[in-house]
């Protein structure tokens, strides 16, 4: 290749590299809701940290809270509270998230809506902040740890959201 | 051109489908909401199907249950009860797309959030998992088959959200 | 460059256009619900103007009303009605945007949700339709107006989501 063929390419796989991370994050919610455990691991690396904080309120038991790794990830998407969950009706409804590239490493920042049925209608118990710290490895992103916060006004889950704006 | 030049084109041929088909999916909900008929008709392959299972509560017509072709796919969006909804306040909020590409054929899964307007806030009668099947045809990607299924807890509404999932 | 290398540079400028102004407003929200203000600023062109029309329930004041340019827009993001209504827990939950390119401008299309946490659940109660005139400003996309509409059924708020729709 000469130089301007290299030049395209690096945009192109700056192109990707975006796209990707957006398909990744937007994969995630349609896995917790089918219950597709396998894939929902893969998108993990091996030593990915799920930190949620301490407030979220108990409709999972108690075992969920804090910060785990993927085996009590995977745990939990696969247990009897988010299994139940799932077979009355639920839906992680994320929006598409604003992503910030840095080499191999990135950032995916966005808002996740739990919505469930109730029977008569869906209701939305949880509205979360989301930062995905995501890192490449073998040519595939990766989830290396998801920070998420309930947005009930603290501080730390609005902060969370601005993380990554550079005016 | 020459090997490089063909392989960067197919990089960003390969983009270029990604994003199309994100913008096809994002852009229904607006010819929905808006009523715009023609485009909406130009959003589907003349063949296509809409199959929407036999479980919606019946705010539509019982008319329009099951799978059927364009002509009532657009016979419906123009028709009393929708324009009626329309009239009253309705939004179809889509999650962006997860997307899966195998040369002229792709499946796009999301999640679509039924939104209307109760006189005094915003309810949310509706949440389906949506697997649209899509065809290129003269060089523009067209829907052959939406399959849409209400995530009230069935195994069927929660496996369409998997079924492209591959670790 | 060669005349290969022109057009597949052109290309790549075009995808990049789609990702850039997708990821603004993708942004937007996440400045809005964090308080980032002076990141805010900075995705307005100078001379930006936001036409919210004159139908918003009065949760905020009436100062906001209209149309109005940035120094208020930031003003109001700023203002002792959006910081309470931030530190009571709120999003912005928007969908991914439909966008339509034409040269140095650019129009994007979207619906955003406003939940807000009532203590026990949230709640939505207003749903809008967007429209985002964008203008290229030194290589960046900018806002140059937005024009937002309550979703409870003008003829108005649905004529702005089909507007870019060309079948």
Chains 1, 2, 3 share one sequence.
Do not use: C
């Amino acid at each position: 290749m000469d130089n301007d063929q290299q030049d395209l390419a690096k945009r192109i796989q700056a192109l990707e590299d975006r796209l990707d991370i957006i398909q990744l994050i937007m994969s995630y919610p349609l896995a917790l809701d089918s219950g597709s455990s396998e894939y929902a691991r893969s998108a993990w690396s091996p030593t990915g940290i799920f930190d949620r904080g301490n407030e979220n309120p108990a409709e999972h038991s108690g075992n969920y809270l804090g910060a785990y790794g993927v085996d009590k990830i995977i745990e939990e998407t696969t247990g009897p509270a988010v299994r139940k969950a799932r077979e009355h009706g639920m839906a992680h409804l994320m929006t598409a998230p604003h992503v910030v590239i840095d080499g191999d490493r990135a950032v995916a920042t966005n808002h996740n809506q739990l919505v469930q049925w109730n029977g008569e209608t869906f209701v939305s118990p949880r509205i979360t902040s989301n930062r995905w710290e995501l890192v490449r490895q073998n040519g595939r992103w990766k989830i290396e740890r998801r920070i998420l916060r309930l947005l009930t006004g603290s501080k730390e889950s609005r902060e969370l959201l601005g993380r990554e704006l550079t005016p």
